[in-house]
């Protein structure tokens, strides 16, 4: 079974609006952490945000935030004021058993982001 | 600078070649992860280590095999290449903070191996 579902391959955006990434989830852990990742086209991974199952506030890292819905299983990515460098793949991950050694990151399916000038 | 280093960044093999990719960090990460990248199927854990000659699999061990021996070094091992084994092979490394209450340890990415089996 998927553990990490991102239900859109691609989205379109206008420059300066705000887009919503959805992904959804399944554990059945109590502790586990939701990330984002970008990857432009040049292929690199870069790390945006993350979310711990216990933090009570949705994160937030400048233009991103993370609309985080417990009991739905989501994790939705929101980007403001979309800029043309937001044009990239955009990976939802989890990791479950948080408070253990060694735990695996699991990757869901990408969104493809297209800011549009 | 934070460094993950993957050998190659293009490989081109025959059919049942033993094919290897490693991979080095210098951050003395105790976590390593090797993932292909394939489009539609976004990154797939094939192995993952969180400690010396520690392994464990991740959802698609078949037809791999893994090796650490050093703390640095953690390398993917295709034992007989086949043309489904075409892919980008992404290595990353991340402190494992556990221990320390800190569980939010981001991952640190190589610039991936392009492998064709041909």
């Known amino acids: 079974a998927q553990k990490i579902t991102q239900t859109q391959p691609g989205m379109f955006v206008q420059e300066k609006e705000a887009v919503t990434l959805d992904c959804t989830y399944d554990?059945?852990?109590?502790?586990?952490?939701l990330f984002w990742y970008k990857q432009p086209s040049s292929g690199e991974m870069i790390f945006l945000i993350y979310?711990?199952?216990?933090?009570?506030q949705n994160a937030t890292e400048g233009r991103y935030s993370l609309n985080f819905q417990k009991a739905r299983k989501s994790a939705n990515l929101v980007i403001s004021a979309s800029q043309l460098g937001d044009s990239a793949m955009y990976f939802c991950?989890?990791?479950?058993?948080?408070?253990?050694?060694?735990?695996?990151?699991?990757f869901g399916q990408g969104t493809e982001l297209s800011v549009k000038p | 600078d934070v460094k993950v280093t993957q050998s190659s960044r293009y490989l081109v093999k025959r059919t049942g070649e033993k094919v290897f990719l490693e991979c080095v960090q210098d951050m003395d990460h105790e976590n390593m992860f090797w993932y292909r990248q394939d489009p539609g199927l976004g990154l797939r854990l094939i192995y993952f280590s969180y400690d010396v000659k520690m392994k464990e699999k991740g959802d698609i061990p078949e037809g791999y095999s893994v090796s650490r021996e050093k703390k640095e070094r953690f390398s993917l091992i295709l034992e007989s290449a086949s043309t489904n084994q075409t892919s980008m092979y992404l290595c990353a490394s991340s402190f494992d903070g556990w221990a320390e209450g800190k569980v939010n340890e981001k991952l640190f990415f190589g610039s991936g191996t392009q492998l064709s089996v041909l």
């Open positions: 554990t059945s852990d109590q502790s586990y952490g």
């Open positions: 979310q711990g199952s216990y933090d009570e």
């Open positions: 991950a989890m990791r479950e058993d948080l408070y253990n050694q060694g735990g695996k990151l699991i």
